[in-house]
C-alpha cells in the first residue's frame, strides 16, 4: 500500500523532465460482490474473460500506460472487493487519491442496481467533500431473456447523480459499449482535466492500451 501511495504522491509532486515522468491516474471499479469488477478489469487488462472468478479480497490493482493524444499517462485501476469482510480495513485506501470511479451495478441483478446510493454515499463520506468524476457501468448486458434493470431508469439515476451512463459486458464487449472505449474516453477527459458528464459512447478503434504490470494487496 504504501508504495502505490507514495507513486502517487512522487508523480505530483515531483517536477521532472516531463517525457520521463507520467501522469499517474487512479481510477476505482466500485459495487456489490459479483457484479463483475474483476472480470471488467481483466477483460480491460487483457482483452479476455474469465468465466471462473474469486471474491476479491482487498484489492487488486492493475497499471497500465495509455498514449493519449501524444502523452504517456498512467492508469492505475483498483479492482475492489464488493463483500463487506474483505473490504472494511480497506475503504480508506480505495478513496484516497481517486481520480475517477466506476460504479458498476449487473444490469440482471436489481439489487446491485438498488445498492447504488449506499456505493455513492460511501464515496461521499471518504473524498472530503471533493466530487469525484465517475461513471455508471451496467455490466452483464449479454445476458438476454432475463429480467433487466430498465436502462431508463439507470439513465436518469446517472444524469440525477451527474454521471455518464454504459451498459457493457465484460464476456462479449460487443453487446454493448465497448468497455475498452470507455477507459480511454475516460482516460482522455482525465488528462485534459475535463468532466466526464457529456461523454460519447460507442467510439470504435481506439488504440487498445498496453499491458504494463499487476499486483495484488489484501492488507
Ligand atoms: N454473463 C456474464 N457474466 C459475467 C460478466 N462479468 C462477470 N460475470 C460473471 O459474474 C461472476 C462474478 O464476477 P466478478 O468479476 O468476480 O465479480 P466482482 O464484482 O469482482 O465480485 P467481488 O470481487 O466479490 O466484489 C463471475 O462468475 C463472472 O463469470 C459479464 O459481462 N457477463
Ligand atoms: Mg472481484
Not at 459479483?34 to 471488467?40: A, D, E, I, N
Amino acid at each position: 500500500m504504501s508504495e502505490t501511495e507514495s507513486s502517487l504522491e512522487l508523480s505530483s509532486s515531483l517536477p521532472g523532465p516531463g517525457h520521463l515522468r507520467s501522469r499517474i491516474f487512479k481510477i476505482i471499479v466500485i459495487g456489490d460482490s459479483g457484479v463483475g469488477k474483476t472480470c471488467l478489469t481483466y477483460r480491460l487488462w487483457t482483452g479476455r474473460f474469465i468465466e471462473k472468478t474469486e471474491a476479491t479480497i482487498g484489492v487488486d490493482f492493475r497499471e497500465k500506460v495509455l498514449e493519449v493524444e501524444g502523452e504517456r499517462i498512467k492508469i492505475q485501476m483498483w479492482d475492489t472487493a464488493g463483500q463487506e469482510r474483505f473490504r472494511k480495513s480497506m475503504v480508506q485506501h480505495y478513496y484516497r487519491n481517486a481520480h475517477a470511479i466506476f460504479f458498476v451495478y449487473d444490469v440482471t441483478d436489481e439489487r446491485s442496481f438498488q445498492s447504488l446510493p449506499v456505493w455513492i454515499e460511501e464515496c461521499r463520506r471518504h473524498s472530503r467533500g471533493y466530487d469525484v468524476p465517475s461513471v455508471l457501468v451496467g455490466n452483464k448486458c449479454d445476458l438476454h431473456g432475463v429480467s433487466r434493470v430498465s436502462a431508463d431508469v439507470a439513465r436518469k439515476f446517472a444524469e440525477a447523480h451527474s454521471m455518464p451512463f454504459f451498459e457493457t459486458s465484460a464476456k462479449s464487449p460487443q453487446d454493448g459499449d465497448n468497455v475498452e472505449d470507455i477507459l480511454m474516453m475516460v482516460a482522455q477527459r482525465l488528462k485534459n482535466q475535463k468532466p466526464l458528464l457529456d461523454l460519447p459512447v460507442g467510439a470504435r478503434n481506439l488504440p487498445v492500451p498496453n499491458v504494463e504490470s499487476r499486483s495484488t494487496c489484501s492488507c
